[in-house]
């Protein structure tokens, strides 16, 4: 494989997504292989350079999905992480050899605190650790990245030798990671100008940046500003921790600042909503309002003085087009009188395609809810079908029915009656409020130890018949499970979202979700 392969360099930045491998690994995100599948086929749409599609040694669903990524999607460039070990290489390239276009990502450990406390590994043994596997890399594919863990913790000469190396034994990409999200701009752009000097003119420049601080996307705009051509992102900035450099928000900052930065990308901007929609959905990750270019406010305009200028003109508070981006300018509104080719038309405008399954579940959903409320937004469309796709084929349990009792002077009740295949559970409950006891009807039912992390409620729309939109994380059995909810009724979705929870983490258990390493350069 050439430079040419994925564009060229000079002033064409590659997008490097990394949803699917460092994405995944934030806590209680755990895709089917057909959720990663359906991910990777919208990353093409959206025309990314590489995807890299998972990090195959780490189980065998991860290296099954890989596999299928690489034999079924095509465009985008498929690549697979893998530490500098023998064993780690062979298993990417057996993974990979179905793609038409594919990358070998290898990864170690550079600074000073991670080889003492990781890899009690010796400078020395990490630099032949790194000419051996890059090596071996190169014997199955040309396409060769390079990573060097930490790369902003570590000595620098001793980085700079470690690149050489890497080079030297046939890396084509050589990534500067700011793994734990520590460096500032100023200084991680000049530590990209230091290591594009030090390597080859024909040797791409990547950054790898974290958002702990605040600062991933910032870092990786300074490394773009001092020679960087490939930056890894995430969808919705999703990853380890306070999550990745944003996708959206580097591929608008390239778009409405190129001609300032001297660089331009390939993506198809039209399909950003779109992917961002897909990946919220199935990771259970909602997207913050306030979030920069695909939150919910993020157009929208509350100020007098603001909505004066933008019906007077749209340029005078909006620097970005949110046609450019897939937004529709009208909002939907459906009602229990609507129809199936309605409500299929209405998630068609918003960028939504599901397979007949889904739809059937997700507008079952809609008529459901329709009864209850007047009528319905794209945002409740949007969170209805969130809670579908998040489901999977087959619930391991259906909820039946939902009761709650009790009040002021009584203790609160709940009584939940759930269905396994023809076997209907019914279990009650007592609880501080209706959702504890509801939550916990549905544990003793569902026969689950769970311990709940996170509880977040909030309303799809205003109005007091708003639905309510619930995401809970639980722990069952030391993994994290993230689940969501929709109703009228925040105890019913509370309840749903609870439920959604368990069914992931029985159906991880059974082994149908691939199961990711947390190893992040």
């Not at 290591?195 to 791409?204: G, I, K, L």
């Not at 910032?218 to 900035?237: D, F, K, P, T």
């Not at 450019?324 to 300018?329: A, D, F, V, Y």
């Not at 489901?391 to 203790?411: F, I, P, R, W």
Request: hydrophobic share 40%; with cysteine; aromatic share 4%.
């Amino acid at each position: 494989m050439t430079e040419g392969d994925v564009g060229d360099v000079g002033n064409r930045v590659r997008i490097f997504d990394t949803t699917l491998r460092d994405g995944e690994q934030a806590p209680g995100i755990a895709l089917t292989r057909a959720e990663k599948v359906e991910i990777a086929e919208q990353l093409s749409r959206l025309s990314v350079d590489i995807i890299e599609a998972g990090f195959p040694i780490s189980s065998q669903g991860e290296f099954e999905a890989v596999s299928e990524i690489a034999s079924s999607v095509r465009g985008p460039v498929i690549a697979a992480l893998a530490r500098t070990t023998e064993g780690d290489i062979r298993r990417a390239a057996e993974a990979l050899k179905g793609a038409e276009r594919w990358r070998i990502h290898t990864f170690i450990s550079t600074s000073d605190i991670q080889m003492t406390a990781m890899l009690r590994m010796s400078n020395r043994e990490v630099l032949d650790a790194i000419v051996d596997n890059v090596k071996l890399a190169v014997s199955y594919t040309e396409d060769v990245e390079f990573s060097a863990q930490d790369a902003t913790r570590t000595e620098l000469e001793f980085l700079l030798e470690c690149y050489r190396v890497a080079v030297g034994a046939g890396a084509t990409t050589i990534n500067v990671p700011d793994t734990v999200g520590y460096a500032t701009p100023t200084e991680f752009g000049e530590l990209v100008r230091i290591v594009r000097e030090a390597v080859p003119d024909h040797v791409v420049v990547s950054t790898h940046c974290h958002n702990d601080l605040g600062l991933a996307v910032a870092n990786s705009l300074a490394g773009i500003e001092n020679g960087a051509r490939q930056v890894e992102v995430a969808v919705n900035g999703i990853g380890e921790r306070a999550g990745n450099c944003s996708l959206e928000e580097i591929a608008m900052v390239v778009r409405t600042r190129g001609e300032h930065l001297g660089v331009r990308h390939g993506l198809n901007l039209k399909e950003i909503t779109r992917t961002s929609r897909l990946v919220s959905m199935t990771t259970g990750y909602s997207v913050q309002p306030n979030k920069a270019v695909v939150g919910s406010s993020a157009f929208a305009h509350e100020s007098g003085i603001h909505q004066h200028g933008v019906l007077s003109n749209r340029a005078t508070y909006e620097i970005m087009d949110p046609v450019e981006i897939g937004l529709e300018g009208n909002r939907i509104v459906l009602g229990k009188h609507s129809g199936r080719h309605a409500f299929v038309d209405a998630l068609a405008k918003l960028g939504i395609a599901l397979p007949d399954e889904q739809l059937n579940r997700a507008f079952a959903r809609f008529k459901d809810l329709a009864d209850r409320k007047i009528s319905l937004t794209d945002q409740d469309l949007e969170a209805i079908v969130s809670e579908e796709v998040g489901a999977g084929k087959e619930d391991v349990l259906v909820l039946e029915s939902l009761q709650t009792g009790g009040g002021t002077h009584l203790a609160p009740t709940a009584t939940v009656r759930l269905r396994r295949g023809e076997e209907v559970i019914e279990e009650s409950a007592m609880g501080d409020g209706m959702i504890d006891a509801a939550c916990g009807a549905i544990q003793r039912a569902a026969g689950v130890e769970a311990r709940l992390i996170t509880f977040n409620v909030s309303s799809v729309t205003g109005g007091s018949d708003a639905l309510g939109d619930v995401v809970v994380q639980l722990e069952v059995d030391g993994r994290r499970v993230t689940g969501r909810g929709v109703a009228t009724d925040v105890v019913e979705a509370s309840a749903r979202a609870y439920l959604a929870a368990i069914n992931r983490a029985l159906r991880v258990a059974a082994g149908d979700t691939p199961s990711s390493t947390e190893v992040t350069p």
